[in-house]
Each structure stands twice: as structure tokens, then as C-alpha cells.
T-cell receptor, first 113, second 110 residues
Framework: DGGITQSPKYLFRKEGQNVTLSCEQN?????MYWYRQDPGQGLRLIYY???????QKGDIAEGYSVSREKKESFPLTVTSAQKNPTAFYLC????????????FGPGTRLTVT | KQEVTQIPAALSVPEGENLVLNCSFT??????LQWFRQDPGKGLTSLLL???SQREQTSGRLNASLDKSSGRSTLYIAASQPGDSATYLC?????????WGAGTKLIIKP
């Protein structure tokens, strides 16, 4: 059963702590993406990766970091430098970076207090 | 800079009605446009993808159109059902990155 998994579904952290969100795909897709969604706003791109061991900053990369050591995995770390980390985080993948359809995971809701 | 607008932000209609959701954009240089559905607290499900060279795509009760010259796309939902209640988002592939609208929250009343 192919798809994208994100874990956990809900995550709670204290301010000042780093936290890592998991994203795994078994679609054999080359490109993977991290988006942030806030109420009443469109999705905003945090980071994307076109290929293993390579990734690029999106529109709002400050305070976030990623790695792409395996094709299947693209974890996102929300660092203490992120000023307003409470949000819904969505991971996506596509065949490559190009006009390809993106497929999304179920999301992780992060709450930082 | 490409901007994507979805109006209205929310829409409530009785079950059975046909309805149209709107998506407008400022730059006609796009590769494709996608419509997504998002249920509360869930990820996104792709509904339709229209390539830049196409005018429309259909899937079941859904029909999406694209008019690049006017900077508009519409999502037509026929014979709406309560299960269609969700937030609908459009996204443009512009320079190989998706630019998103804020979505229209649709409520279908039984």
C-alpha cells in the first residue's frame, strides 16, 4: 500500500526545545517537500529536496532544518530559533521537481507552549 | 510575484445544489494547476490536475477549468453531497514550486 506517512499525528513541546517530525514515503519519488499550514493561510514551503543528499530552502526556512540521507525519508527539525512553531506541518512527495502531481501525508500538528 | 486568491473563504449550500469554487492568479505563466481537498485536521487529497495546455479536467462529479488569459480556474461540483464538506485548495505550479491559495471551506447542509 503505497503512500506517505508522517509521525506523530500530534506533538507537544516546551518552548526552547528542538523537535523532529518524521516523513517517510514508499512511492519511489525523488522529490520531497515540507510545508507549514496556518489557519486562514495557504501552505508555505519550508524546504524541498530533489534528490538524496541535496535540499533547498523554501520561502520560510528560518528556524528549520532538514536532512535527506535516504530516498524514502525527509525529516524536519523545528529548532528553538523558530519564533512561532505552533502549526500544522505537511510533507509531500512527487516524481521529481517539475510539473508533477504532489502527494501528501496526513500531517503533524505541533503545539509549542 | 505570483499570487493566488480563493474567494469566498467559506461557502454553505443545501445538499443537491451544483456549485462553483473560484481560484484566481496574477501571472499566467504556469505549468499546471491542481485542486486539492482537505478534511479537518487531515492531509491533502489531490482532486484534479490541469496541465497548462489543457482547458479542463473531469473526475466524476467534479470538473475543473483553466483560463490562463483571465487568470482563473473554477472547480464545479455537481449534485453536492454532505460528504463533499471540506476545505478546497488550489495550487499553481509556477517555476516548479506550488503557490497556494488559502482555500474555500465548503459546508453542504443535509
Amino acid at each position: 500500500d503505497g503512500g506517505i506517512t508522517q509521525s506523530p499525528k500530534y506533538l507537544f513541546r516546551k518552548e526552547g526545545q528542538n523537535v523532529t517530525l518524521s516523513c517517510e514515503q514508499n512511492l519511489n519519488h525523488d522529490a520531497m517537500y515540507w510545508y507549514r499550514q496556518d489557519p486562514g493561510q495557504g501552505l508555505r514551503l519550508i524546504y524541498y529536496s530533489q534528490i538524496v543528499n541535496d535540499f533547498q530552502k523554501g520561502d520560510i526556512a528560518e528556524g528549520y532544518s532538514v536532512s535527506r540521507e535516504k530516498k524514502e525519508s525527509f525529516p524536519l527539525t523545528v529548532t528553538s530559533a523558530q519564533k512561532n512553531p505552533t502549526a500544522f506541518y505537511l510533507c509531500a512527495s512527487s516524481m521529481g521537481q517539475g510539473p508533477y502531481e504532489q502527494y501528501f501525508g496526513p500531517g503533524t500538528r505541533l503545539t509549542v507552549t | 510575484k505570483q499570487e493566488v486568491t480563493q474567494i469566498p473563504a467559506a461557502l454553505s449550500v443545501p445538499e443537491g445544489e451544483n456549485l462553483v469554487l473560484n481560484c484566481s492568479f496574477t501571472d499566467s505563466a504556469i505549468y499546471n494547476l491542481q485542486w486539492f481537498r482537505q478534511d479537518p485536521g487531515k492531509g491533502l487529497t489531490s482532486l484534479l490536475l490541469i496541465q497548462s495546455s489543457q482547458r479542463e479536467q473531469t473526475s466524476g462529479r467534479l470538473n475543473a477549468s483553466l483560463d490562463k488569459s483571465s487568470g482563473r480556474s473554477t472547480l464545479y461540483i455537481a449534485a453536492s453531497q454532505p460528504g463533499d464538506s471540506a476545505t478546497y485548495l488550489c495550487a499553481l505550479d509556477s517555476n516548479y514550486q506550488l503557490i497556494w491559495g488559502a482555500g474555500t471551506k465548503l459546508i453542504i447542509k443535509p
